[in-house]
């Protein structure tokens, strides 16, 4: 089972929240989750298949389900995550304009 995002928490997981933005604003986003900002650029630089260094220059749009539980979804002021490939909302953003 995939472990949730939350950087203290990394609970085995079988919910998603689906992020949909740009690269920098995906690496932001994790941060939410207390990621260290590095680490938010490794791991979405492997999600989105670009180099960490590559990351907060990328500008094309991407769809993100990212793994979390419920509790850190909340920590964060998200919406409750939802189990993969069910209907669920999209949280979305960009780095040039905060949500
Ligand atoms: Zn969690």
């Keep these: 089972m995939p472990t ?3 950087f203290n928490c990394r609970k085995p997981t079988n919910t998603v929240l689906y992020l949909r933005g740009d690269g920098k ?3 932001d986003t ?3 989750f207390e990621v260290p900002p590095d680490y938010a650029k490794f791991m979405i630089g492997k999600l989105i298949g670009c180099e960490p260094s ?3 220059s990328h ?3 991407e769809d993100l389900p990212l793994s979390c539980c419920g509790e850190c979804a909340r920590k964060a002021g998200f ?3 939802v189990h993969p490939g069910a209907p669920g ?3 979305q953003g960009s780095s040039s304009s905060r949500f």
Excluded: Q
């Design 25 to 27: 604003w995906l690496a």
């Design 89 to 91: 909302p999209i949280i």
């Design 30 to 32: 994790m941060t939410r």
């Design 54 to 56: 590559e990351v907060s």
């Design 79 to 81: 919406p409750p995550p």
């Design 4 to 6: 949730c995002i939350g």
């Design 59 to 61: 500008t094309k749009t």
